[in-house]
């Protein structure tokens, strides 16, 4: 079955920096990658995701980008601002068909 | 809003108990699923359901069971608790047909059950 694994575990990063959390993926048949975030206390929400068939996709200061060769997608976040402090999960699926996630990645913003 | 909803949102119950945790959806979704979430270890797929007569296991199924009652109802039960399944649960649907990427998962917020 398919494997996600998420590097790094933990990631701190200054206000206004980037941070990136890269995720590969065992099985070449998933095709639908998401990214959820999780706040403190809270449940896991979605906040980008993409296809196969697309190499990137931006949606203001997040992005993703899909390498299906080497089977790795990693997310880009830019300007990170503390409300971005948060868990981050990885997920792949085939057409949105049991999901498997990522251990997740704790992000802490600094100010 | 549209929701969805599990009950109880925290239980402490002890070895050997039965424990059923219930989530109901005003969604309409068709596809419905059990997640356990523990540190480090992200969400662990327990078991899902595409509908009303559909039910799959999932990666962590062993010791769990489910119905589901209804398109909006989907339960998850421990037949006899031990205290490694101590954790936070989730339930999610998604509807693929929605328009959102392949099936954006709706979670509801969680049951935390602890068993001593």
């Known amino acids: 079955g398919e494997n996600v694994e998420q590097h790094p575990s933990t990631l701190s990063v200054q206000e206004g920096d980037s941070a990136v959390i890269k995720c590969t993926y065992s099985d070449s048949a998933s095709n639908y990658f998401p990214w959820y975030k999780q706040e403190l206390g809270k449940r896991p929400q979605l906040i980008i995701d993409i296809r196969s068939n697309v190499g990137e996709k931006k949606d203001q200061r997040i992005a993703v980008t899909l390498n299906k060769t080497a089977k790795h997608f990693s997310l880009h976040i830019t300007e990170t601002q503390p409300e971005d402090s948060a868990v981050y999960f990885c997920?792949?699926?085939?057409?949105?068909?049991?999901?498997?996630f990522g251990p997740g990645t704790r992000l802490s913003v600094l100010p | 809003d549209a929701d969805v909803t599990q009950t109880p949102r925290n239980r402490i119950t002890k070895t050997g108990k039965r424990i059923m945790l219930e989530c109901s959806q005003t969604?309409?979704?068709?596809?419905m699923y059990w997640y356990r979430q523990d540190p480090g270890l992200g969400l662990q797929l327990i078991y899902y359901?595409?509908?009303?007569?559909?039910?799959n296991k999932g990666e962590i199924s062993d010791g769990y069971s489910v119905s589901r009652q209804a398109q909006a109802k989907f339960s998850l039960s421990l037949e006899s608790a031990i205290p490694n399944q101590t954790a936070l649960y989730f339930c999610?649907?998604?509807?693929?047909?929605?328009?959102?990427?392949?099936?954006?998962?709706?979670f509801g917020e969680g049951s935390r059950l602890t068993v001593l």
């Open positions: 999610a649907t998604s509807d693929p047909g929605a328009g959102a990427g392949d099936g954006e998962l709706f």
């Open positions: 359901s595409f509908d009303v007569k559909d039910i």
């Open positions: 997920a792949a699926s085939f057409y949105g068909q049991n999901f498997v």
């Open positions: 969604k309409g979704h068709d596809r």
